[in-house]
């Protein structure tokens, strides 16, 4: 079983197998520490850099390692939102892990500015 952090280089999600103490990207060559054991981790968005941030579960903000916006982590116990049509895919060029609205033929990397096309592919029976 694998688990997945966010390489503290060029942001692109890592897996590495349980029991592990570093993960080097394959992308940047860029050594990341694993949290340690039983710390649960979760993801948000960066509001102003729009890259995929990782922290430990029960914070209350997490500053953009690229940007330094601080972003504060909405509350778990807070109702829930209805769910928002958002999908998420890796940039074709630098591998960030891009969001965009759900039905979007193509997204642009605001890291790169690469634009990726969205495969939406369609199954008639």
Request: glycine share 6%; net charge positive.
């Amino acid at each position: 079983m694998s688990n997945q952090l966010v390489c503290s280089g060029c942001r692109t999600v890592l897996l590495y197998p349980r029991g592990a103490t570093n993960v080097c990207c394959v992308m940047c060559n860029m050594v990341t520490a694993v949290p340690p054991a039983g710390m649960e981790m979760a993801q948000l968005i960066c509001g102003s850099f729009r890259t995929l941030l990782m922290h430990a579960r029960g914070a209350t903000s997490v500053r953009c390692s690229c940007c330094h916006t601080v972003n504060p982590v909405p509350d778990a116990a807070a109702p829930a939102r209805a769910p928002s049509n958002v999908a998420h895919v890796n940039c074709g060029n630098c591998r960030t892990v891009l969001m965009y609205p759900a039905g979007a033929p193509s997204v642009k990397c605001a890291i790169c500015q690469y634009i990726t096309n969205v495969n939406v592919s369609i199954t008639l029976a």
